[in-house]
């Protein structure tokens, strides 16, 4: 049990404070901890490396793109380049993201647990996770590989010579990393809840991860099956895919997306919870319709495994089987509308205001709207067609993925910064950042909506030239993109030393994990809480901490 | 020429302007949707921004069951609009119409391979005519490509494999060339299997046709090779059991042994040749080699057309694709 001297919480915390970051120091200390909170750090410093190895990588297609002819880089070391960027930004950065880090650090304290049902698992799943990244970059360093992030067959089976089986491991064992988060998550919501934190009161945040995690364990494991059939097929010949073997490459297609479509909301559902929680917050107001915002996360969870096939419009799949996949892919657009709807609802009457996360959390609704309307255009089968494999649809993912999870991630780790290391980061700076990475994100992708509809293919190396300005249009963007990036990895650094001390609650935030101190003692409350209040309650002052 | 700087793709077959009409609706839908949420947050945040920090506390509001049905219910009635217009366009788009012209397409690491019934032959070029409907019936000789014309709003994925021709049809409008691209990441010179549609006024296309003519048709290049690979030692014109006669099949439901039917199109023919005991027909032994890697697709392209020859055209199905209109399901 707890062993930390009672101080007064309402005070500013000071260094001297025992804390989960200051309790132990050593290097083992860190690769041996079973703290949440601090697994979730180790996961912060990894994905943010695998995010700038993957930013890195799409600068070099950026600058690759700024003329119609190959001259920056080879074919080959180009198709490596959009390879190794969808690879680690899907599969290192976007999966993990949020869940990783915030749901890590945060689950236990919003439900008011001391730590995940399984500290030792979650432990185990960083390792994984290091582990299926290291065989990812070892692919990249041996040779690189070629096959697209999406390894369609049979070209990532028979054709690619180059290293598919080693980076397929890699994925194959980050996957499990990622089943033991959604496992460990489901275990603990279920099982750990504070006295009186019924179903209805825990956060959104909370909800969204739990809707995440179903989709975790139930599909990771269909993608790890269709990587071992691939590795034994190209290890051993077996015909599955390859049709020169008698096998069926579009089976391949079925079964990735299987996975990797729900995997999207898998990258996209926890970033709606920090949405709502950061809504409530900055407009001091309950999320409008709790309820239903919670319900529809759990609606985009099941109805994301019965949409797989709209990534296969024109690969020959029966055309009423088509229309059946844009019909259901309709469905799914009704849930994530709602939220956005319940969202907007949230400000009315609220007192609002103006924060980094806030202002992210506006880009975020904005540029999801968008991503998720086109998401309609391309659910439509008439529209697909003609846009499906064009930079239409790499512009609607980006939307998707960068626009609503990216920025979904830096609203959070804004918002729950000062709980995390104890220090608040510079705001001016911050708001500074958001604006950047807001204009610069849609100088990036909105142009590539309009090259998609001219036609240009993705995965062009080299293209026609009349596509030219648009793809520099799109390169000045990615470059005020990247300062948007770069900016908070030197605020934030410098905010560890120089940054003011955080309160518990600076924002005036409700929920459990602003009513114990920053950064929070390793057993994160001194003291059980109990739930009495709604979620949000936001018509009563938050209470400054107590011991 | 094209133009330098374009924002919208040329317009040149009878679906881009039915595509352009769909993306011009889903456009202003998306557009008015777009707007109303910036413009609500805008005034909204504007309106009850905190402007001091002593401010009230505002009081919660939980949530309305009227609203949150028609937020939900308004915007699917929208979608289902979204849905059945481009289902409809799918299904023109992907039902050849009767009486297309026919043409063959090969695409191959990282080429496109053309054949015109008459025996002309090109690569990473068609020639075609304007205001006609033109099907083709496209093979993968390797991994997985896609056929893709912008300014006809038209691609279809070529797959590689047994039972898999891919078709495609649509009618231009618009003499021009225009750009073809392989969609389908296809390795490493992908974004280089490129090539270009020509589209003719119908006299300058039979003149092209003269012009490059003088080969063999599909159909006597498909007997040659019929002749080269054996296949008239057991299938000539005439057999009799236990020899199998290929006169007036094509297009004719066949009996398999197991009690099953299938209907002899192109798709059975090619999967007869690659792997002959896949569907064998009733009161024939199962003694046939597989011609896998022995033939290459344009070779079996070939052989079909020949094999067709021997049908009487009156017995063809106007479209082989089971979906297509008028066509003989069954």
Same mark, same amino acid.
Request: charged letters at 10%; hydrophobic letters at 50%.
């Given at each position: 049990?707890?062993?930390?001297?009672?101080?007064?919480?309402?005070?500013?915390?000071?260094?001297?404070?025992?804390?989960?970051?200051?309790?132990?120091?050593?290097?083992?200390?860190?690769?041996?901890?079973?703290?949440?909170?601090?697994?979730?750090?180790?996961?912060?410093?990894?994905?943010?490396?695998?995010?700038?190895?993957?930013?890195?990588?799409?600068?070099?297609?950026?600058?690759?793109?700024?003329?119609?002819?190959?001259?920056?880089?080879?074919?080959?070391?180009?198709?490596?380049?959009?390879?190794?960027?969808?690879?680690?930004?899907?599969?290192?950065?976007?999966?993990?993201?949020?869940?990783?880090?915030?749901?890590?650090?945060?689950?236990?304290?919003?439900?008011?647990?001391?730590?995940?049902?399984?500290?030792?698992?979650?432990?185990?799943? !960083?390792?994984?996770?290091?582990?299926?990244?290291?065989?990812?970059?070892?692919?990249?360093?041996?040779?690189?590989?070629?096959?697209? !992030?999406?390894?369609?067959?049979?070209?990532?089976?028979?054709?690619?010579?180059?290293?598919?089986?080693?980076?397929?491991?890699?994925?194959?064992?980050?996957?499990?990393?990622?089943?033991?988060?959604?496992?460990?998550?489901?275990? &603990?919501?279920?099982?750990?809840?504070?006295?009186?934190?019924?179903?209805?009161?825990?956060?959104?945040?909370?909800?969204?991860?739990?809707?995440?995690?179903?989709?975790?364990?139930?599909?990771?494991?269909?993608?790890?099956?269709?990587?071992?059939?691939?590795?034994?097929?190209?290890?051993?010949?077996?015909?599955?895919?390859?049709?020169?073997?008698?096998?069926?490459?579009?089976?391949?297609?079925?079964?990735? !997306?299987?996975?990797?479509?729900?995997?999207?909301?898998?990258?996209?559902?926890?970033?709606?919870?920090?949405?709502? =929680?950061?809504?409530?917050?900055?407009?001091?107001?309950?999320?409008?319709?709790?309820?239903?915002?919670?319900?529809?996360?759990?609606?985009?969870?099941?109805?994301?495994?019965?949409?797989?096939?709209?990534?296969?419009?024109?690969?020959?799949?029966?055309?009423?089987?088509?229309?059946?996949?844009?019909?259901?892919?309709?469905?799914?657009?009704?849930?994530?509308?709602?939220?956005?709807?319940?969202?907007?609802?949230?400000?009315?009457?609220?007192?609002?205001?103006?924060?980094?996360?806030?202002?992210?959390?506006?880009?975020?609704?904005?540029?999801?709207?968008?991503?998720?309307?086109?998401?309609?255009?391309?659910?439509?089968?008439?529209?697909?067609?003609?846009?499906?494999?064009?930079?239409?649809?790499?512009?609607?993912?980006?939307?998707?993925?960068?626009?609503?999870?990216?920025?979904?991630?830096?609203?959070?780790?804004?918002?729950?910064?000062?709980?995390?290391?104890?220090?608040?980061?510079? =705001?001016?700076?911050?708001?500074?950042?958001?604006?950047?990475?807001?204009?610069?994100?849609?100088?990036?992708?909105?142009?590539?909506?309009?090259?998609?509809?001219?036609?240009?293919?993705?995965?062009?190396?080299?293209?026609?030239?009349?596509?030219?300005?648009?793809?520099?249009?799109?390169?000045?963007?990615?470059?005020?993109?990247?300062?948007?990036?770069?900016?908070?990895?030197?605020?934030?650094?410098?905010?560890?030393?120089?940054?003011?001390?955080?309160?518990?609650?600076?924002?005036?935030?409700?929920?459990? =994990?602003?009513? &114990?101190?920053?950064?929070?003692?390793?057993?994160?409350?001194? =003291?059980?809480?109990?739930?009495?209040?709604? &979620?949000?309650?936001?018509?009563?002052?938050?209470?400054?901490?107590?011991? | 020429?094209?133009?330098?700087?374009?924002?919208?793709?040329?317009?040149?077959?009878?679906?881009?302007?039915?595509?352009?009409?769909?993306?011009?609706?889903?456009?202003?839908?998306?557009?008015?949707? *777009?707007?109303?949420?910036?413009?609500?947050?805008?005034?909204?945040?504007?309106?009850?921004?905190?402007? #001091?920090?002593?401010?009230?506390?505002?009081?919660?509001?939980?949530?309305?069951?009227?609203?949150?049905?028609?937020?939900?219910?308004?915007?699917?009635?929208?979608?289902?609009?979204?849905?059945?217009?481009?289902?409809?366009?799918?299904?023109?788009?992907?039902?050849?119409?009767?009486?297309?012209?026919?043409?063959?397409?090969?695409?191959?690491?990282?080429?496109?391979?053309?054949?015109?019934?008459?025996?002309?032959?090109?690569?990473?070029?068609?020639?075609?005519?304007?205001?006609?409907?033109?099907?083709? *019936?496209?093979?993968?000789?390797?991994?997985?490509?896609?056929?893709?014309?912008?300014?006809?709003?038209?691609?279809?994925? @070529?797959?590689?494999? @047994?039972?898999?021709?891919?078709?495609?049809?649509?009618?231009?409008?618009?003499?021009?060339?225009?750009?073809?691209?392989?969609?389908?990441?296809?390795?490493?010179?992908? #974004?280089?299997?490129?090539?270009?549609?020509?589209?003719?006024?119908?006299?300058?296309?039979?003149?092209?046709?003269?012009?490059?003519?003088?080969?063999?048709?599909?159909?006597?290049?498909?007997?040659?090779?019929?002749?080269?690979?054996?296949?008239?030692?057991?299938?000539?014109?005439?057999?009799?059991?236990?020899?199998?006669?290929?006169?007036?099949?094509?297009?004719?439901?066949?009996?398999? @042994?197991?009690?099953?039917?299938?209907?002899?199109?192109?798709?059975?023919?090619?999967?007869?040749?690659?792997?002959?005991?896949?569907?064998?027909?009733?009161?024939?032994?199962?003694?046939?080699?597989?011609?896998?890697?022995?033939?290459?697709?344009?070779? @079996?392209?070939?052989?079909?057309?020949?094999?067709?020859?021997? #049908?009487?055209?009156?017995?063809?199905?106007?479209?082989?694709?089971?979906?297509?209109?008028?066509?003989?399901?069954?």
């Amino acid at each position: 049990m707890s062993t930390i001297p009672l101080t007064r919480l309402d005070e500013p915390a000071t260094r001297q404070r025992p804390n989960y970051l200051n309790v132990k120091s050593t290097i083992g200390s860190w690769l041996l901890t079973t703290d949440h909170k601090r697994i979730a750090i180790l996961y912060l410093l990894s994905i943010t490396a695998f995010f700038f190895m993957g930013g890195a990588f799409a600068t070099m297609i950026r600058l690759e793109l700024l003329t119609p002819q190959g001259d920056f880089v080879t074919a080959d070391t180009y198709n490596k380049l959009f390879t190794m960027h969808g690879l680690i930004m899907v599969f290192l950065f976007l999966v993990p993201s949020i869940p990783a880090v915030l749901g890590n650090f945060l689950i236990p304290m919003m439900i008011g647990a001391r730590d995940l049902a399984f500290p030792k698992i979650n432990l185990l799943s !960083w390792y994984l996770y290091v582990f299926g990244g290291i065989f990812v970059v070892y692919a990249a360093l041996s040779g690189g590989v070629d096959t697209g !992030w999406t390894f369609y067959t049979p070209y990532s089976s028979t054709y690619s010579n180059s290293a598919v089986i080693t980076t397929a491991l890699g994925v194959f064992v980050a996957g499990f990393s990622s089943i033991l988060t959604g496992l460990n998550f489901i275990v &603990t919501i279920h099982k750990m809840r504070a006295p009186g934190l019924t179903w209805g009161k825990i956060p959104l945040f909370v909800w969204s991860h739990y809707a995440t995690a179903l989709i975790q364990i139930l599909g990771t494991p269909v993608l790890a099956i269709t990587i071992t059939l691939l590795v034994v097929e190209r290890i051993a010949h077996v015909g599955i895919f390859d049709p020169a073997l008698g096998g069926d490459p579009v089976l391949f297609q079925h079964m990735f !997306w299987f996975y990797s479509h729900p995997a999207v909301y898998i990258m996209i559902l926890p970033g709606m919870g920090v949405i709502s =929680e950061v809504i409530a917050c900055y407009s001091r107001k309950a999320v409008f319709g709790y309820k239903v915002v919670a319900a529809s996360s759990m609606a985009i969870a099941i109805l994301s495994f019965l949409v797989w096939g709209h990534h296969l419009f024109v690969s020959g799949q029966s055309i009423y089987a088509g229309m059946v996949f844009s019909l259901l892919s309709f469905f799914v657009a009704v849930p994530s509308a709602i939220k956005v709807f319940n969202w907007t609802a949230t400000l009315y009457k609220g007192s609002i205001s103006f924060e980094t996360p806030m202002l992210y959390a506006f880009g975020f609704i904005g540029l999801f709207t968008m991503g998720g309307l086109t998401g309609l255009f391309l659910a439509s089968l008439g529209f697909d067609v003609h846009v499906t494999d064009t930079y239409f649809v790499i512009a609607h993912f980006h939307y998707v993925m960068v626009g609503g999870m990216v920025v979904a991630y830096l609203a959070g780790i804004h918002y729950w910064w000062p709980k995390m290391t104890g220090r608040m980061y510079p =705001e001016a700076w911050a708001r500074i950042a958001a604006i950047v990475v807001f204009v610069g994100f849609n100088l990036t992708f909105f142009p590539q909506f309009i090259l998609g509809y001219l036609g240009m293919p993705r995965r062009y190396h080299v293209y026609p030239p009349e596509f030219q300005a648009l793809n520099v249009l799109s390169t000045a963007g990615a470059s005020v993109l990247a300062v948007g990036y770069l900016l908070p990895i030197i605020y934030l650094l410098w905010s560890l030393k120089y940054g003011a001390i955080a309160p518990a609650n600076p924002w005036g935030a409700k929920g459990l =994990e602003w009513e &114990t101190p920053s950064p929070p003692p390793t057993d994160n409350f001194i =003291e059980t809480p109990i739930v009495t209040e709604l &979620t949000y309650d936001y018509s009563k002052p938050a209470e400054a901490p107590i011991a | 020429m094209q133009n330098a700087f374009p924002l919208f793709p040329e317009s040149a077959s009878t679906m881009s302007g039915q595509v352009d009409a769909l993306t011009f609706f889903l456009t202003l839908v998306s557009g008015l949707m *777009t707007l109303l949420i910036f413009a609500t947050i805008t005034i909204l945040a504007i309106k009850y921004r905190r402007r #001091s920090p002593n401010d009230p506390l505002p009081a919660p509001i939980h949530g309305s069951w009227l609203l949150e049905s028609t937020w939900s219910i308004v915007p699917f009635l929208v979608m289902l609009i979204m849905f059945a217009w481009g289902a409809r366009l799918f299904f023109d788009n992907y039902t050849p119409p009767v009486g297309a012209m026919e043409i063959f397409v090969v695409g191959k690491q990282w080429m496109w391979k053309v054949q015109h019934p008459e025996g002309q032959r090109e690569i990473n070029e068609l020639h075609i005519p304007v205001g006609r409907p033109i099907m083709l *019936t496209m093979a993968s000789e390797d991994v997985i490509h896609s056929f893709f014309i912008p300014a006809f709003r038209v691609k279809h994925d @070529v797959v590689p494999g @047994v039972g898999r021709y891919s078709q495609l049809w649509f009618n231009a409008t618009k003499v021009g060339d225009y750009h073809l691209f392989c969609a389908e990441y296809c390795g490493n010179q992908h #974004s280089g299997m490129t090539g270009w549609i020509h589209v003719m006024e119908p006299a300058d296309y039979q003149a092209w046709l003269s012009l490059h003519g003088g080969n063999a048709t599909m159909a006597q290049a498909g007997e040659t090779l019929f002749g080269q690979l054996g296949c008239a030692t057991c299938h000539a014109p005439g057999a009799t059991p236990p020899n199998l006669s290929l006169t007036n099949m094509y297009g004719h439901p066949v009996q398999l @042994v197991g009690g099953a039917t299938v209907l002899a199109d192109e798709n059975y023919i090619r999967e007869s040749i690659i792997n002959p005991r896949a569907k064998v027909v009733l009161g024939y032994p199962p003694v046939m080699p597989t011609y896998q890697g022995q033939v290459t697709e344009e070779g @079996v392209l070939q052989l079909i057309a020949y094999i067709k020859s021997l #049908s009487r055209p009156s017995e063809r199905p106007a479209a082989n694709n089971a979906n297509a209109r008028e066509g003989t399901k069954k």
